[in-house]
């Protein structure tokens, strides 16, 4: 079974593993550069000691006199040993003039060993170095000094207690910083994995069939935001689609009960002897069964449609060549109905499904046909603009009442007129025609005037 870790641990994990990462690099370079900065620094400080005790002792000798003045040059040696500098001074002729260690030997010991020891510590392998001076006066050699001191360099007590306050510090940091990662680690991976949660519940409500959820929050992250978005819209979309498979179910169940009623009506009369079993009866009974079956291929049309419209086969097409090819097809009918049908234009391109344009034109003209009284006259027009191919089918039938016209490409919709007409179908031809227009990019329109005509205006663009 595999391992869930939630977003939210990882993301923390991850940037306080990035952040832990950085904090010891930096740490360790900070301590690696201030430790070999200090040491330059002392040792540094170490030859600039040395050097102010030569040049002071030289001062302390008398040439005119040849004496030296004792009393200075033991202050100035004793100074000296404390600050960790043991120095022997000589005269002109070797000779000792003043000494640390033959002054005070246990003193000398122990301030070497107090110096050891610090450096030990500070895991530095030095040891005690000897280096002698020519002591001179307006150029003449007065003498020597040796200064013994711990080399390269050592460390007083201040420096040591100066060195060990920067370490904690800096140690200080680190722990501040690390709790500062922990927090916006934690901080970021909560302002991250929230949203992502919450999508997670709605698009579960959404599995569940709620789709009047829809998330409220502002969320300020471009991703996120998208993804919010999306599943809005994917709420929204679903909710459509469960809408219109209602309304679909109620209208297929409304469209069949009524010619089913009739001919169980019919049928259980004339079983029951009640009716005499004439033509006529079972011919209207037979009407009914006919009606229930254009009902049936209508809505398995529909269904055609709306599934090939999915998976269109498109391909430049010539709008006036669909036209006459689908004005041929239905000459015959018009012609029956002593209607007029013409065709006018000029050849048009469009990329487009050639079937499915075919059966658009198809549905507007058998309305059209269906709709215009004999004698009456039908005009298809292929039209060329810059960026649409547009078709025109006009009659001069019965049109369509203004109240009644913004609900005609509605699935099962039928005006009050064709509704009285048993020969109408069920309202599926138009919601066709819309839904096949709509799957290449394009609009239909119908205009109207009762009793003076309709015109069905669809239009196709030119770039997919
Ligand atoms: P139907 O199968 O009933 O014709 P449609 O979806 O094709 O269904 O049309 C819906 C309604 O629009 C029809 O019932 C009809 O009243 C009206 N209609 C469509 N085309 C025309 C037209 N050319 N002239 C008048 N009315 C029309």
């Given at each position: 079974m595999i391992l869930l870790r939630s977003l939210r641990s990882q993301i923390s994990l991850s940037i306080l593993f990035v952040l832990l990462v950085m904090g010891i690099l930096i740490s360790a370079l900070v301590y690696v550069i201030v430790n070999r900065q200090f040491e330059a620094y002392t040792e540094n400080q170490v030859n600039i000691r040395s050097e102010s005790i030569v040049a002071n002792i030289g001062h302390q000798y008398n040439a005119a006199t040849a004496t030296w003045n004792l009393d200075y040059l033991h202050a100035a040696g004793m100074y000296a040993l404390y600050d960790g500098y043991i120095l022997t001074v000589y005269d002109a002729s070797g000779?000792?003039?003043?000494?640390a260690e033959s002054h005070d030997m246990t003193l000398c010991e122990q301030i070497m060993e107090d110096i050891s020891a610090r450096m030990r510590q500070w895991k530095n392998n030095g040891g005690f170095v000897s280096k002698t001076y020519d002591l001179t006066q307006d150029e003449q050699v007065i003498g020597s000094i040796s200064v013994r001191y711990y080399g390269p360099y050592f460390f007083s007590e201040n420096d040591v207690r100066f060195i060990d306050t920067l370490h904690t510090v800096l140690f200080l940091i680190g722990l501040l910083s690390l709790f500062f990662a922990l927090l916006a680690g934690h901080l970021l991976a909560r302002r991250i994995a929230r949203p992502v949660t919450e999508a997670a519940a709605i698009a579960k409500q959404i599995a569940n069939g709620?789709?009047?959820?829809q998330w409220k929050h502002e969320i300020k992250t471009g991703e996120l935001n998208q993804l919010i978005s999306a599943i809005n819209e994917l709420a929204a979309q679903l909710g459509k689609q469960e809408t219109l498979r209602r309304q679909l179910t109620a209208n297929v169940s409304h469209e069949l009960r009524t010619p089913l009623a009739a001919i169980g009506s019919h049928l259980e009369a004339m079983v029951e002897g009640v009716w005499e079993m004439t033509p006529e009866r079972l011919k209207s009974c037979h009407e009914e069964v006919e009606r229930l079956s254009h009902l049936v291929s209508d809505l398995e049309c529909l269904a055609k449609v709306e599934g090939d419209n999915l998976k269109l086969n498109k391909t430049p097409v010539n709008l006036l060549e669909i036209a006459d090819s689908a004005v041929a097809t239905l000459d015959t009918a018009a012609a029956k109905k002593s209607i007029l049908l013409a065709v006018a234009g000029i050849p048009t391109h469009v990329p487009a499904d050639k079937d499915r344009i075919r059966q658009v034109l198809i549905n507007l003209l058998s309305n059209a046909i269906k709709y215009t009284p004999s004698g009456g006259h039908i005009r298809v027009e292929v039209k060329d603009t810059p960026f649409q191919g547009i078709l025109i089918v006009e009659d001069d039938g019965t049109g369509i009442a203004e109240e009644e016209l913004p609900f005609i490409f509605e699935r099962f919709y039928r005006t009050d007129k064709s509704r009285n007409?048993?020969?109408?179908?069920?309202?599926i031809g138009l919601a066709i025609v819309k839904s096949i227009v709509m799957s290449h990019g394009g609009t239909v329109t119908a205009e109207s005037r009762e009793n003076q005509g309709s015109r069905f205006t669809v239009s196709l663009p030119k770039e997919e």
């Open positions: 000779q000792i003039v003043w000494d709620d789709y009047e959820v007409r048993k020969t109408g179908g069920a309202g």
